[in-house]
Nanobody, 126 residues
């Protein structure tokens, strides 16, 4: 099993920045893809960004391209999400996700991830 713990959420004004972290523990040697999803009230969980350990391929949702950056420290089993130029519509609970399947194509649906954190709230005020 793999356990994921997010940190770094909070309240920020529009235009501001936040950095989320997600630390993995347990059978981390089996993890290939790590990424982020978010879920706003009344909406479905949506893909934000992810990165593959093998090769470092990344993928971003169109809504965050150019503003968010996903990165990974494999030595620390940690994935980060640097969020800049935040907008009120970025308000959501952000979930860290991980999966062990070997792929070079970044998975973007929740069903492709086996491990999930409990989430961290990000609130962007206007």
């Amino acid at each position: 099993q793999v356990q994921l713990v997010e940190s770094g959420g909070g309240l920020v004004q529009a235009g501001g920045s936040l950095r989320l972290s997600c630390a993995a523990s347990g059978r981390t040697f089996s993890v290939n893809t790590m990424g982020w999803f978010r879920q706003a009230p009344g909406k479905e969980r949506e893909f934000v960004a992810a990165i593959i350990s093998s090769g470092g391929n990344t993928n971003y949702a169109d809504s965050v391209k150019g503003r968010f950056t996903v990165s990974r420290d494999n030595a620390k089993n940690t994935v980060y999400l640097q969020m800049n130029s935040l907008k009120p519509e970025d308000t959501a609970v952000y979930y860290c996700a991980a999966d062990r399947h070997r792929t070079i194509v970044v998975p973007t649906t929740p069903y492709e991830y086996a491990y999930w954190g409990r989430g961290t709230q990000v609130t962007v005020s206007s």
